[in-house]
């Protein structure tokens, strides 16, 4: 019998998890100092400068806001998992939470340590201006976060193109989008078993494509070159029943979820509920397509299926011929006067 492969699980990091609590225990003693007489970390902090003290404690307190968001955020996928129906929709509803309460937590943090506001501002704005000079791409990849985050153009769990960059978004950051990706070296929308960090700002330079933003189904077609010689009329029905067995019923299932899904109704025209045929003409016979839409993490898998029925009915009926190029050399056989032409020709020459 073969032992099933054990199950892959994401590495964790519990470095930091651990440093959190000793750190939180450490603070939560030491508000009762009375229990370790022989460590006064107020007496030590006391003789420091005050700015030395304030940094101490917002340290620690961020330290603590830290641990407590990745404790918190672990319950809440869990707890609104069955709510929001993905993980990766849990995910992200959990990053912009975790960073909103960053950005409540760091402005509260200015508005108390930092006294004069007349001050502050012109500090601020010099500090500013000397950063944005510094950091131009880091805080480029901030601004296009908000951009994607404020316009949705992806989030996680969608399957998006960033210039020549294809996957599967696993994680939005500040900086940078972190990406499974399929493609490449792989046929259709395989995955490649590798993990592509994006920066943010390639939004501005580079076209995003969003496979799954407005609905999960892709179009796609499968393409077959019958010869001449075939009876067209019979090549299509098989084609047509190939794609039917696949794809017929999800097509009609999900047509009228479609069309509630298209922004703009004049598209309604080009919709289909069940599998089509296109033709064209070609130099080695007729190329025949058959057009349908399918699950996007689907479409290598029922391009596959649709390809092997076509080949097996083909090859089961004589009247239909899969075209392919190739050439074939013709040799004339020469008539017999033209043959003693010839040899006529010949023996005069040689006589001359």
């Not at 032992?3 to 440093?19: D, T």
């Not at 940094?55 to 918190?72: E, S």
């Not at 391009?303 to 050399?329: C, K, N």
Request: glycine share 6%.
């Amino acid at each position: 019998m073969e032992r099933e492969a054990p199950e892959l699980r994401r590495p964790q990091r519990v470095g930091f998890e651990v440093l959190g609590i000793l750190v939180t225990t450490l603070v939560l003693l030491e508000i009762s100092y009375d229990t370790l007489p022989f460590v006064d970390l107020t007496a030590i902090l006391t003789e420091l400068a005050p700015e030395a003290v304030r940094i101490v404690t917002a340290l620690l307190i961020l330290l603590m806001v830290w641990f407590g968001l990745r404790m918190v955020g672990r319950l809440f996928e869990s707890v609104t998992l069955v709510r929001f129906g993905t993980h990766a929709q849990t995910r992200s509803a959990w990053r912009l939470i975790a960073y909103l309460t960053w950005a409540v937590v760091l402005v509260a943090f200015a508005l108390i340590l930092l006294r004069d506001i007349a001050a502050t501002v012109v500090s601020a704005a010099v500090f500013a201006a000397a950063l944005a000079f510094v950091l131009q791409r880091p805080l480029l990849n901030v601004v296009a976060w908000a951009v994607i985050m404020y316009q949705r153009m992806y989030r996680i769990g969608d399957r998006v193109a960033i210039g020549n960059t294809r996957g599967y978004v696993i994680d939005i950051r500040i900086g940078h989008t972190v990406m499974r990706e399929f493609g490449e070296w792989m046929q259709g929308d395989t995955f490649t078993g590798r993990i592509v960090s994006v920066p943010n700002s390639f939004i501005f330079d580079n076209p995003v494509m969003n496979y799954t933003k407005d609905i999960p189904y892709i179009w796609d077609e499968v393409e077959t070159l019958v010869t001449y010689e075939s009876d067209i009329d019979r090549a299509q029905q098989h084609i047509l029943e190939a794609a039917r067995v696949v794809v017929g019923n999800f097509m009609k299932s999900r047509y009228f979820l479609y069309l509630r899904r298209l922004e703009i109704r004049d598209l309604e025209e080009f919709m289909m509920n069940e599998p089509k045929i296109r033709m064209a003409f070609s130099d080695s016979g007729v190329k025949l397509y058959v057009v349908y839409f399918a699950p996007v993490e689907a479409r290598r898998r029922i391009r596959s299926e649709i390809t092997e029925l076509i080949w097996r009915r083909f090859t089961a009926d004589p009247q239909v011929g899969i075209a392919y190029p190739h050439m074939e050399v013709v040799r004339h056989r020469e008539t017999r006067g033209e043959t003693e032409a010839g040899e006529s020709a010949g023996d005069l020459e040689e006589s001359g």
